[in-house]
């Protein structure tokens, strides 16, 4: 069974400062895919990053960035230089072949100003 | 703009009724999907469909139906036998193949049933 585990359940940080939020899975699978999702109040889901578990290099996008441990099964997200519209649940997601997802029971981050 | 549209954003029905939530997309994917979500359970599968007239249960897919008719368009039904129908649920869609596709979603329908 694939399962995704967010173990913060909440979480705070100050705006300027860093914050990061951790996730780990558990599968058999070799090839898959690795999301951060972000949910704000209006309920939207906005993709931040997403991770190849081939690839080695950890992926960047601006202020997120990505710390990913294929062996140990772990993918947590940095969030450099919070701001204010950060503020959200962040979800993280596992994609084995065929495009099936697994999500995450979410972070709620709170910026605070 | 291309995107996914849900409607309507908030549903009330009473208890025993039969409801039906729309989804659409136009960004020509093949993959549509429906997740419900729940306080502190994250979004949840009930049903997904990579092809037009073919369609798969998902976790949670007791007490929902689904039909795809058309690329576009993926409607769901919460039937009367779904015991707690209460939530927000989501719409997704993505492309299909051999390489692996993020999900777009839609603003989501939040249902109240009494």
């Known amino acids: 069974a694939q399962t995704v585990t967010q173990s913060q359940p909440e979480m705070s940080v100050q705006e300027a400062e860093t914050v990061t939020l951790s996730c780990t899975y558990d599968?058999?699978?070799?090839?898959?895919?690795l999301f951060w999702y972000k949910q704000p109040p209006s309920r939207q889901m906005i993709l931040v990053i997403r991770?190849?578990?081939?690839?080695?290099q950890n992926a960047t996008e601006n202020r997120f960035s990505v710390n990913f441990q294929k062996a140990a099964k772990s993918f947590s997200l940095k969030i450099s230089d919070s701001q204010l519209g950060d503020t959200a649940m962040y979800f993280c997601?596992?994609?084995?072949?065929?495009?099936?997802?697994?999500f995450g029971t979410g972070t709620s981050l709170t910026v605070i100003p | 703009d291309g995107g996914i549209t849900q409607s309507p954003k908030y549903l009330f029905r009473k208890e025993g009724q039969n409801v039906t939530l729309s989804c659409e997309q136009n960004?020509?994917?093949?993959?549509m999907y429906w997740y419900r979500q729940d306080p502190g359970q994250g979004l949840r599968l009930i049903y997904y469909?990579?092809?037009?007239?073919?369609?798969q249960k998902g976790d949670i897919a007791e007490g929902y139906s689904v039909s795809r008719e058309k690329k576009e368009s993926f409607p769901l039904t919460v039937t009367s036998a779904q015991k707690n129908p209460t939530a927000f649920y989501l719409c997704?869609?993505?492309?299909?193949?051999?390489?692996?596709?993020?999900?777009?979603f839609g603003p989501g329908t939040r249902l109240t049933v009494t």
């Open positions: 997704a869609s993505s492309k299909t193949g051999t390489g692996f596709y993020e999900q777009y």
């Open positions: 599968t058999s699978e070799s090839n898959y895919y």
């Open positions: 991770q190849e578990a081939y690839k080695q």
């Open positions: 997601a596992f994609a084995p072949a065929g495009n099936q997802f697994y």
């Open positions: 960004l020509n994917h093949d993959a």
């Open positions: 469909s990579q092809i037009v007239n073919d369609f």
